[in-house]
T-cell receptor
């Protein structure tokens, strides 16, 4: 059964720093990987979707990479801002297109 | 603007009540999902549906049922609510190769 781990569980940085959030998964036979953002008490918002054939995706200050063979993905946030404070979740879909398995998230706090 | 809409943000129900959580999407997506989210446990899949009138059990279906009579609507039913079903419930929809879209969540408290 697929397991998804996110490290660290929480991260606090000053505004302006570049940072990396990590996601690892146990079964490398994935269909795609998604990164989501969740604000307190709210639903999830999709940030980036990486198909299994892709190595990375970029959106604005966000860049996500995927290394299937090692079972790892990273989310890079450039020039962090207080508005980036949220919980970031990683989720993978298994091969043959199956349902998403979520990590427990990294809670990010960016202080002014 | 694409949307997944859940019928309630907050609900308080009594133990033993039958509870309906409604979810509607306007993107003509084939696939819809119900999750619950609890501190320390993350998101867990309750039920999902790949088509109208079709349903599949997720990881924690006990105590729940679902209904999908129309493509855009996916309902989660708690047949007899219990206090251990107090949770945040999240609905999502997607199509093959698309990102998943989530509703705003329903915070259910069973007293």
């Amino acid at each position: 059964k697929q397991e998804v781990t996110q490290i660290p569980a929480a991260l606090s940085v000053p505004e302006g720093e570049n940072l990396v959030l990590n996601c690892s998964f146990t079964d490398s036979a994935i269909y795609n990987l998604q990164w989501f953002r969740q604000d307190p008490g709210k639903g999830l918002t999709s940030l980036l979707l990486i198909q299994s054939s892709q190595r990375e995706q970029t959106s604005g200050r966000l860049n996500a990479s995927l290394d299937k063979s090692s079972g790892r993905s990273t989310l890079y946030i450039a020039a962090s801002q207080p508005g980036d404070s949220a919980t970031y979740l990683c989720a993978v879909a298994g091969s043959g297109y199956s349902t998403l398995t979520f990590g427990k998230g990294t809670m990010l706090l960016v202080s002014p | 603007d694409v949307k997944v809409t859940q019928s309630s943000r907050y609900l308080v129900k009594r133990t033993g009540e039958k509870v309906f959580l409604e979810c509607v999407q306007d993107m003509d997506h084939e696939n819809m999902f119900w999750y619950r989210q609890d501190p320390g446990l993350g998101l867990r899949l309750i039920y999902f549906s790949y088509d109208v009138k079709m349903k599949e059990k997720g990881d924690i279906p006990e105590g729940y049922s679902v209904s999908r009579e129309k493509k855009e609507r996916f309902s989660l039913i708690l047949e007899s609510a219990s206090t251990n079903q107090t949770s945040m419930y999240l609905c999502a929809s997607e199509d093959l190769d698309s990102e998943a879209f989530f509703g705003q969540g329903t915070r259910l408290t069973v007293v």
